[in-house]
């Protein structure tokens, strides 16, 4: 009787959860209709834990269905979409804007530059989801995980630090740690061939060492590295660099594995209850909790001795984003207050113009190395993955890096005359591309406040409903033909090659060009498109037919010859409007220091399985003394020879394919995309000793 009734209870709560869902999707349905915007209705929000769970598994059941079953459905309810598919389903469902439709939740996904321009320009009308972000406050509130007035406060004091002066410090780190890097590849002998077997953990490694010791006045040296000393009028009493091995005294991590081992973890650090990671019967999940502990204790010292700097006036004057105005002297900390941020901490919910606590200091600190690092980390990794992939491409990026440094030694680079001319450059167009294919997130979330609100969306006046989730598709702006150079126009003198005038390419060609790693795009000039987008969200859709692309003026070298600038709202690899990444500048200093470090004197190529490395060197010669040259090592006529060198190319080709297979399916989206199915290893070599010259 007991068991009967228990199932009835069961049986009529299930109809209950049933009834409830399918009169949510009735008026989720219903709002959707009256927004005016094209919709698919989905069993299931992509949002949902539990479908975040079940569906890797659940998915490739239902992809063999026949499609006339599954689709569109079937695409808007994979979770990594929007990475698998960009543009193609926005394609394929014929609107650049469109909702998906819930029984719990209604998301509109764009990648259409004017409907994005308006939504992040229109802060208050498309706010921040800060409620998904408060994951992230394992430490404290910070700038990613609010909104409003508090957000506006955080946004005032942690963008202090960020100016031209304290990036020159950005520079100088970066140069050290990328020759730190670089010289660990190819070991002593800098003639040598070296391997990189782990690019992904070396860069992470590099980044976590730049912002360390650029942001946070904790230099780190790599294993076996000299402490370098410091340099003339930028040291100003900065600490001196410790190994990356070292356990102070107090700790059972150095601070540099207590932060890799948190950062590396993030998905468990921010999803896992501390107290169970530390009494978890794995040895992982507890180096995750004591590497949480460790890293809090070091941001703790490191607090207190700032702290005790600035109350005795004796802070140096570098990039610290725990000392001066920034955060430290932001909590309320100076010679005239030795209460410090003690009159906020007693309070849950500080005002807009009170100063930072001591947790919100922990926590900014916290995200700005999460974001400031991994990002980075990933585009010099994927940068060099696809240069090594197309040699021509590097080829043309040493050439303007030899016309802007030189012979001149790394210490004579200048972060003011050397900067500007390589971000114009070549080196500034890989940086770009490689943010075009590969976003460091492929969505950026919004959504709608609490009142319906009207978007221009192809010329239509649509109302976006109320609490609607947003997502920007990245992956998509990026590679939308409207909005980008079609592959018929003409390079600039600096991009190399003259690839036609003609402005009829058709959309498939321009579709599978723009799944090209191809840096020299950014170099075009008088670039048509076939139908650009306006850059004003409030014009119509008439006018922007008409537009075009704006393009900067010749201001630099022959290969810094100005970047063809899209339209606003279809590059978005540090988002735009006011919730732009704060250190957008801070990044391009370190890509370009790094890339200008290797590029300048050595090469990459992909490391291919059993090359004995002899042949496919280019020859030195009295006309080409640094084997510099366009065309493939020449081979004495002989079969043999011949055959060794089509074997050679073959062995190469399958490499590139399995390097482009894994930046294709290898890629998770791990709070940012990272390559985690697999590795490419590369060969780093001397320039006029590279083993390959395929193209």
Known sequence: MLLSLIGILIALY???????????????????????????????????RWWLIASPIVTPFLRKLPSSWTEPTLTFITTDWTWRYGYEAFQRLGHDTFLTVA???IMLWTCAP???????????????????????????????????????????????????????IVWDESLRQARAMLKSWIGKGEDGDGLAADVASDTMSMTLNII?????????????????????????????????????????????????????????????PRVLLKWSPFRKHRQIGLSFDEWGRYMSEMYESKKKKILEGSTNEGFDLMVKEALVRGSGVSPETENGSSSANGKDKPSASEPLTREEIMGNSFVFLLAGHETTANTVHFALLFLAMHPRSQRRLQEHISDVLGDRPTGQWDFERDMPRLLAGMAGAVMNETLRLIPPVPNILKMVNSTPQPLNVDGRTALAP?????????TAAHRHPKYWPSPDAKLSSSGGDSIGTSTSTSTSSNDEHLAQF??????????????????????????????????????????GAGHF?????????????????????????EIMAVLATIFRDYSVELAVPDDDGDGDVVARDEKNPDGKAEAEATFDETDGQQQQSHQRRARWEKA?????????????????????????????VRQGRERYRFD
């Open 14 to 48: 299930s109809a209950w959860k049933a009834l409830s869902k399918y009169q949510a999707l009735r008026r989720n349905i219903a709002d959707a209709k009256r927004s005016g915007l094209p919709y698919v209705v989905v069993p299931v929000s992509i949002l949902r």
């Open 212 to 272: 360390s010791g650029a942001a946070f006045d904790k230099p780190l040296s790599w294993p076996g590295e000299p402490h370098p000393e410091p340099r003339d009028g930028l040291s100003n009493g900065r600490s001196a660099p410790i190994s990356v091995n070292e356990i102070p005294e107090g700790h059972l991590l150095s601070f540099h594995h207590a932060l890799e081992i948190l950062l590396h973890n993030i998905i468990a650090t921010l999803l896992v």
């Open 103 to 105: 029984p719990g939740t």
């Open 565 to 589: 600038h899209p339209v606003k709202g279809a590059f978005l690899p540090f988002s735009e409007g006011p919730r732009a990444c704060l250190g957008r500048r801070f990044a391009q200093v």
């Open 114 to 168: 004017d409907v994005v321009t308006q939504m992040v320009t229109r802060r208050n009308d498309f706010p921040k989801p800060a409620h998904m972000y408060l994951i992230v406050n394992i430490y404290g509130r910070n700038v990613v995980s609010t909104e409003g007035a508090v957000w506006r406060r955080h946004r005032k004091i942690t963008s202090a630090p960020f100016t031209e002066k304290n990036n020159a």
């Open 466 to 474: 109320p609490k609607t989730v947003i997502q920007i598709v990245a």
């Open 656 to 684: 590139r394919q399995n390097a482009e297979y894994l930046l294709k399916e290898g890629m998770v989206a791990m709070i940012t995309l990272q390559m985690v199915k697999g590795k490419v290893p590369l060969r780093v």
């Open 518 to 559: 191809r840096p020299e795009r950014w170099l075009m000039r008088n670039v048509t498109s076939t139908r650009a987008a306006a850059t004003d969200a409030s014009a119509s859709s008439d006018s922007s037919r008409d537009a075009t692309p704006s393009l900067e003026a010749d201001t630099a070298d022959r290969h």
